[in-house]
């Protein structure tokens, strides 16, 4: 089958390897020359563990173009994977994806199956497929087919390659059919349904596990004040299997390109209907609270940060990436910054994309031994290996000052007693 697939970030260029990988052979097409010039030569854009490996195994089934029209033209399977980020008033842009079916329906020469893996909102790929039915420049048959994906990043490539589920949402059998056939080699149970419902199950479930963070950050917010221990409790709640252990770590709060806006966009949505929904309103709450919870503990400590060396440990949203959207630290060091502090930052993947933000205002360090040298107090907002290896005695020995406020709870609190360390982390006792 001729597959194209439009967009190659997190999602659209995973699957494009994925489904290389699966004997098919596929064009993955994209608007930015420079990415196209680095998979041609089999580097990969993005940082993703095994993703560039996959990627060259499979060049021969793997095209790299930003020529669409050609791409589209010849197409029997168009997936769409590019962004759908956050508009100001919470509601998903859909502009990306409403060029790429502008820019199908003016070239496809064949019947063409377009499958939308992008979040969209409920009743988004009925607009899809009516707006590439009005532009057809040739007379074809169009169907189009939502297909959610539910990767995480960091982990894409297991997630695709051995996926818990794979939801069709179609309105013809003959659609679904095409599609089930494009996954053939997958071995995964199928959810198919129609597009409304595959639309509704991709955001329920990614609010879902943001609200299940959400949940666990409250009663870690609650351990503390009343003397229990966050980690414990939800290793306790864990074990039930009606909750499940997962997405039970408590810390400083969710980020990355999909859990803020899509509990956003959902809850825009529901509120457009006039039909409030109050829990993904919590979770949003709380989650924005929470990303402010190690700012507000170290005023425990000073009154200000003026000053003061600020080592700052982590970058990106979460570890295994390299992506900085919507991380806790872009929130928390532009207010180190304007309260006069000196931030000295240390991240093993994120340094590069956060300098474009912030070129010169912070100094970045290429160890963790650096970053630490001289601080007067510690924040850690991701729990890479490296930070989670670390013992008490090297902040000890490293610091001016030994605060460490731990928003991953990377290391058993009882480790700092009589260490000369402060440890401060989410939802546990003090340790000084
Ligand atoms: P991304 O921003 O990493 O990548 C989007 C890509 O699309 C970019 O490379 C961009 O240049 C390209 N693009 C834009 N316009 C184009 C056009 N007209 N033709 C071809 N390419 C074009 O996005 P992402 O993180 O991969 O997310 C894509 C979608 O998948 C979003 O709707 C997101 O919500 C959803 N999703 C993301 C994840 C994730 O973990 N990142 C997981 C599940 C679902």
Known sequence: MNIV???T?????????????????VTCVDVDQAKVELMRQGVSPIYEPGLEELM??????????????????????????????????????????FQVAHQIAENIENDCIVVVKSTVP????????????????????????????????????????????????????????????VYENFHQPF?????????????????????????????????????ANIEDVAKGMGYDPRIGNRFLHAGIGYGGSCFPKDTKALHWMSNYYERELKTIKAAIEINDSQKLKLIKKSKQYYDSLEGLTVAVLGLTFKPNT??????????????????????????????ENYKKKYPDELQYCDTIEETLKDADICFIFTEWQEVKDLKPEDFKRLM??????????CYIPETFSGSGVVYNSIGRTIVE
């Open 122 to 181: 409920i009743g988004t790929n009925d607009k899809v497929e009516k707006l590439i039915k009005d532009n057809l420049a040739h007379d074809v048959w169009v169907e189009v087919v939502s297909n959610p994906e539910f990767l995480s990043q960091g982990t894409a490539v297991p997630d695709t390659l051995h996926a818990a589920r794979i939801v069709i949402g179609a309105e013809s059998d003959r659609a679904k059919e095409i599609v089930r056939n």
């Open 9 to 25: 970030g997190y999602v659209g260029l995973v699957t494009g390897v994925a489904l290389a990988n699966a004997g098919h052979c």
């Open 191 to 227: 959810v198919i349904t129609n597009r409304r419902s595959a639309e509704m199950i991709k955001y329920a479930s990614n609010d879902f596990l943001a609200l299940k963070i959400s949940y666990i950050n409250e009663i870690a917010n609650f351990c503390e004040i009343v003397g």
């Open 56 to 97: 060259q195994e499979n060049m021969e089934r793997l095209t790299f173009t930003t020529d669409y029209a050609s791409a589209y033209r010849t197409a029997e399977v168009v997936f769409i994977g590019v962004g759908t980020p956050e508009k100001k008033d919470g509601s998903a842009n859909l502009s990306y994806v």
């Open 322 to 351: 390299d992506d900085l959207r919507e991380a806790p630290s872009l929130v928390n060091i532009p207010i180190m910054l304007d309260d006069g502090a000196t931030v000295k930052a240390w991240d093993p993947v994120g340094v």
């Open 400 to 409: 001016k000052k030994a605060i460490v406020l731990d928003g991953r709870n």
């Open 5 to 7: 697939v439009a967009g």
